[in-house]
């Protein structure tokens, strides 16, 4: 089993940072895919990044595409995602997720909630206008 644990979230003017990180434990998660995912208020969950269990290839949504940034510690058994120039509508609780699919895998998948086997219980992020 694993165990995931999200912490970082908070709130945030418009244009801020704010980095989450995603702490795994019972189980090394160095072999697993990683990702994030977020469910804006009143809306589905949604894909946000995700990252191979070796860090080489990382994927995005267009909505995120060049503000945020998927990074893995696998020493340390965590997950980062780094969110720079926040928009009102990155509000969201973030989830952490590990998959068993390790290797680079098409976008199809490491999008789909389905892929993934261990969620984390999320995290508040609020970006206020």
């Known amino acids: 089993q694993v165990h995931l644990v999200e912490s970082g979230g908070g709130l945030v003017q418009a244009g801020g940072s704010l980095r989450l990180s995603c702490a795994a434990s019972?189980?090394?998660?160095?072999?697993?895919?990683m990702g994030w995912f977020r469910q804006p208020p009143g809306k589905e969950r949604e894909f946000v990044a995700a990252?191979?269990?070796?860090?080489?290839?990382?994927n995005y949504a267009d909505s995120v595409k060049g503000r945020f940034t998927i990074s893995r510690d696998s020493t340390k058994n965590t997950v980062s995602l780094q969110m720079n120039s926040l928009k009102p509508e990155d509000t969201a609780v973030y989830y952490c997720?590990?998959?068993?699919?390790?290797?680079?895998?098409?976008?199809?998948?490491?999008?789909?909630?389905?892929?993934?086997?261990?969620w984390g219980q999320g995290t508040q992020v609020t970006v206020s206008s």
């Open positions: 990252i191979t269990w070796n860090g080489i290839s990382t």
């Open positions: 997720a590990a998959a068993r699919f390790g290797g680079t895998v098409s976008y199809a998948t490491v999008s789909s909630a389905t892929s993934y086997n261990y």
């Open positions: 019972g189980r090394t998660v160095s072999s697993y895919g």
